[in-house]
Structure formats: structure tokens, C-alpha cells
């Protein structure tokens, strides 16, 4: 529905970045179940962007409330994260230097950090400590 009424209508598009119509829709989406953000969410999100267009502020407003808003995926099925990950990977691949300036390496690296951690092997690298 979203997709649709922003699809032909520039006025709309103007409208929900002045309103900031997708912190709103980001607002939604947490109060959903976990259960609902899967494939078929994600997928329609990625069709949301299509819609939309690319690198203009819409497209960006989309992006880093809706992808890179990873509180939203943290209880998803692993398989849902995996995609998340690699459409997020590809958006980021295609202009690296518009998310180097908007977004930065640094909120990359505590996103992983916060929301994709691991319990280390008993005896693995990671709990030996460096002399």
C-alpha cells in the first residue's frame, strides 16, 4: 500500500520525508510480533526502495529506519537476519561512499556488536589472552 501511494505521486514523496513518515513506520514495526518480520516484510521492504528510488533523501530515510534499524530484526529467524545482512551488504556495496558519509563504519561496527554477538568456544582464540 505504502509502495503504491508513493509509486507516481511526488507530493506524496516530499510529504513523507517532511513528516518523517518512515520513523513512523519504523515506530510500527516495533510494536508488531517478531514472527511478522520475515522474507515476505523484508521483501516488500526491498520493493518499498525500489519504489522509491535511489540515493535521494526518501531513499535514505527508508534505509536507516527500516534496514539498518536493526533492533527491528534481532528476534527474527536467523534466516531473515542472513538476508537482512546481504541486502543491506549490497545497498552498501553499490555506493559505499554515500553510506561511509551518512551512516559511517563506526555504527556499523557497534550495530554488530550490540545486536550480532557469540559465545566463544571453550579454548578458541578469542578467549586467549594476548601477551
Known sequence: LLSEMLRNSETNQH???AVQGFSVVRILLQ??????MNLDTLSAIQNLLH??????P?????VSNLLFNFRLWIYSDVHVQMELLRVVSAIVESNPSFFRHMIGAHFILD???TYYW????????????KE
Open 51 to 56: 519504489t522509491v528510488g535511489r540515493w535521494g
Open 111 to 113: 550495530a554488530l556488536r
Open 58 to 62: 526518501l531513499f535514505f530515510e527508508a
Open 31 to 36: 510494536r508488531v510480533s517478531p514472527q511478522h
Open 15 to 17: 510529504y513523507m520525508v
Open 118 to 129: 557469540f559465545v566463544p568456544e571453550e579454548g578458541s582464540l578469542t578467549t586467549q589472552c
